[in-house]
């Protein structure tokens, strides 16, 4: 075993972690160990640290989207070389062998994929601890290559927020032409709109309050569209293609069908658990809803492909780790465009 320095829960519920020592596994022959130099911070993160009931007998350090550098590979790794810049996502392992992970879906692994943290490794029946630490180790095929010219930063919360929002754009065909609208401005949000603009789709932002316009431009949206204005919703009924609902808390989804055209699509990427749907509102129009999380490892290395292409990465603010408490407490209030960065160079100090 090795050890490196961690963010971690020091007591149940909190959002005051404590930088203290972790043990990370031996390299195994497929393992890469990467040193982590960006986690983004990310609504999971909160959620595990609130439900945290310091019962387990392991710490949890949270942290699934990160960029790093390779410090070492095991024995049989071909695909990754020391000093190669790398990202990481929030899963590191899956079965291989269901439909899922044949279809390249690893994210719905039937026997469910292992999470980056507070998850159960295949093989030691270790809980996975997270990246909000200066070292990670995790199997190669679940290292992705970080392209160059993408700011090792920005591009951390590509490997959550990014990836969740890309598989639906991707999977519904979004292009040139079509009409897409993205409600919610946050850390999905704003990744949303800049994928579809770049994508070459009308992309308009629908949001509570007026007082957004300025933002959904800034992020390339060629309109907004406010959800409290009656009016403006009724003209906009039947108007668009796809409509990627990043809103996390409980909400009436009704509204959103209503301005889905015909035979679109609502993609709902909230984790809102059960929702009540009058059957009425998909009928009229013939229109779908669907859901999406994370993203399976081709459509991951797509996304990064892509991004570098077209020169995208989130809107991040960066602080060094150790104000990382900070950052949980102010993205629990959304004080924050559009997602928070840990810089992890301080746990060197
Ligand atoms: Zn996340
Ligand atoms: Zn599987």
Known sequence: MRTTLAWQAGEPATTSLVRAPIRRRDLRPDDVAVRVDFCGVCHTDLHALRAHDGTRDSPLVPGHEFTGTVTEIGSAVT????????????????????????AGQENF?????????DGTDRRDGSRT????????????????????????????????????????LRTLGVGPSTRVAVAGLGGLGHLAVKLAVALGADTTVISRTPDKAADAKGLGADGLLVSTDEEAMAAARDSFDVVIDTISAPHDLAPYLHVVAMDGTLCQVGDLGTVSVDIIDLLIGRKRLTSAGSGGLATTADLLAFAAEHGIGADVE????????????????????????????????
């Not at 408490?325 to 004080?335: K, M, P, T």
Request: net charge negative; hydrophobic share 40%.
């Open 129 to 168: 601890l997270g990246g909000y630490a200066r070292e990670y180790v995790v199997r190669d095929r679940f290292v992705h290559a970080l392209p160059r010219g993408l700011d090792p930063a920005a591009a951390a919360p590509l490997l959550c927020a990014g990836i969740t929002v890309w598989e639906p």
């Open 109 to 117: 692994c039937r026997e469910f994929p292992t999470l980056t943290y």
């Open 79 to 102: 695909t990754h070389a020391v000093g190669d810049p790398v990202a990481v996502g929030n899963i590191v392992d899956s079965c291989g062998t269901c439909a899922m992970c044949l």
């Open 318 to 349: 960066v602080l060094p780790s150790s104000r990382v408490s900070e950052a949980l407490d102010r993205l629990d209030r959304g004080d924050v465009r559009y997602r928070f960065v840990l810089d992890m160079s301080d746990l060197d100090a």
